[in-house]
T-cell receptor, first 114, second 115 residues
């Protein structure tokens, strides 16, 4: 079974530039998550989708971050304009859905803002 | 109080010893608990899940849950150098504003197994 796919794996941008990350979840997984993991910290949930609807985006900095999941499958996370403190790994994850379901992570997209 | 708290370590144990990793959580209503292992530069991978009070064993790993004390732990028996990684405790917590169940992670405990 294919895992969660993410791209690009690595990205270096200057502050105030924009960047977009793409995620393809495990086939059949209704729930998709974007997490931000800053070095030395645990993953922090940015946004959770159930099919193509947003379940929770309360921790997403909406002035600069946006995410969409068109057609309930792939998702993109965009940052515009980027700040130095956005340097982190952006982890996409998916699950079948519902509390208690196992969440599977992609390899992550490493962002460095200089 | 943070939703999920762990000692950041580092925790060092000799090869063959038992490594004990601990985690506390804030939401008394939480029902699902997970331990993830994260190697340096890699994404988290699930190693154990536990939903009921008591112990759950899987090979060299044992997860222990005490809901009354809001405490979950992971024991690694016969520790191997390949177990050296950061171990993340994760707890499903219902967010008051949205009602959604989100997985909250601790900061992780870095474990080093010394050959």
């Amino acid at each position: 079974e294919a895992g969660v796919a993410q791209s690009p794996r690595y990205k270096i941008i200057e502050k105030r530039q924009s960047v977009a990350f793409w995620c393809n979840p495990i086939s059949g997984h209704a729930t998709l998550y974007w997490y931000q993991q800053i070095l030395g910290q645990g993953p922090k949930l940015l946004i959770q989708f159930q099919n193509n609807g947003v379940v929770d985006d309360s921790q997403l900095p909406k002035d600069r971050f946006s995410a969409e999941r068109l057609k309930g499958v792939d998702s993109t996370l965009k940052i515009q304009p980027a700040k130095l403190e956005d340097s982190a790994v952006y982890l996409c994850a998916s699950s079948l859905g519902g509390a208690g379901n196992t969440i599977y992570f992609g390899e992550g997209s490493w962002l460095t803002v200089v | 109080q943070k939703e999920v708290e762990q000692n950041s370590g580092p925790l060092s144990v000799p090869e063959g010893a038992i490594a004990s990793l601990n985690c506390t959580y804030s939401d008394r209503g939480s029902q699902s608990f997970f331990w993830y292992r994260q190697y340096s530069g890699k994404s988290p991978e699930l190693i154990m899940s536990i939903y009921s009070n008591g112990d759950k064993e899987d090979g060299r790993f044992t997860a222990q849950l005490n809901k009354a004390s809001q405490y979950v732990s992971l024991l690694i028996r016969d520790s191997q150098p390949s177990d050296s990684a950061t171990y993340l405790c994760a707890v499903n917590i219902a967010r008051p504003k949205t009602g959604a169940n989100n997985l909250f992670f601790g900061t992780g405990t870095r474990l080093t197994v010394i050959p």
